[in-house]
Structures are given as structure tokens and as C-alpha cells.
């Protein structure tokens, strides 16, 4: 059974910054693309940044220049630096990755169990 482990979450006053790590275990063949999601409360999750196995990013305009994704396929470790934080940013993190168990099984979405960001006013 794969889990992903995330950690780096916390309080942090606006203006500060934040790094989440998310850590795949288990059995694992490949890793296609990972992600960062987040949940504010009465909103829908929403995607925060992804990369490819390749470094290819993506980021949610809200967060673009303020945040990078990044990660370590040798650890199977996708980061995220948050920088310039705003109350806004206040959310669960979810780590997402498209994950390939065995090389006869097709690629399927993992989740992490979300990790707390607060940002102070």
C-alpha cells in the first residue's frame, strides 16, 4: 500500500513562509505528475501547483511567484516553498500524486491526509 506523508505545515504570520514536503512509500514503480491542492472552509479544493517527473510546473495564479514547487524523484519527495504567505493561503494541503504501483497496473490518484496552513494577519 502506498502512503504519502506530508509535513511542513503550520502558523505563520503574513509575509512569512512555509515548506511542505510530501513523502511517497511503499510499493511504487513511477511517478508521473504531482501536485498540491488546498481546501479553504465553504470552498472546493482547488490546485495550488503541480510538476511533471520532467520539472515541468504549473501554478494557480494566486500563488504564481510567491511559491515553488519542486521534488526529488531520487526520494520520491515533492516540496513546496511558500513564500510572501497572505491570510488568503489559509488552508488544508493536500499532496496529490498520479502513482504507478507495478509496471502491469495502470496509474492511479493518490492522497496525502492534508496538512494545516494558517497565515496571521
Known amino acids: 500500500q502506498v502512503q504519502l506523508v506530508e509535513s511542513g505545515g503550520g502558523l505563520v504570520q503574513a509575509g512569512g513562509s512555509l515548506r511542505l514536503s510530501c513523502t511517497a512509500s511503499?510499493?511504487?514503480?513511477?511517478?508521473?505528475?504531482m501536485g498540491w491542492y488546498r481546501q479553504a472552509p465553504g470552498k472546493q479544493r482547488e490546485l495550488v501547483a503541480s510538476?511533471?517527473?520532467?520539472?515541468?510546473?504549473n501554478y494557480a495564479d494566486s500563488v504564481k511567484g510567491r511559491f515553488t514547487i519542486s521534488r526529488d524523484n531520487a526520494k520520491n519527495t515533492m516540496y513546496l516553498q511558500m513564500n510572501s504567505l497572505k491570510p488568503e493561503d489559509t488552508a488544508v494541503y493536500y499532496c496529490?500524486?498520479?502513482?504507478?504501483?507495478?509496471?502491469?497496473?495502470?496509474?492511479?490518484?493518490?492522497w496525502g491526509q492534508g496538512t494545516q496552513v494558517t497565515v496571521s494577519s
Open positions: 510538476i511533471t517527473v520532467g520539472g515541468s510546473t
Open positions: 511503499g510499493v511504487i514503480y513511477s511517478i508521473n505528475v
Open positions: 496529490n500524486a498520479d502513482l504507478r504501483r507495478r509496471l502491469w497496473e495502470r496509474s492511479l490518484i493518490h
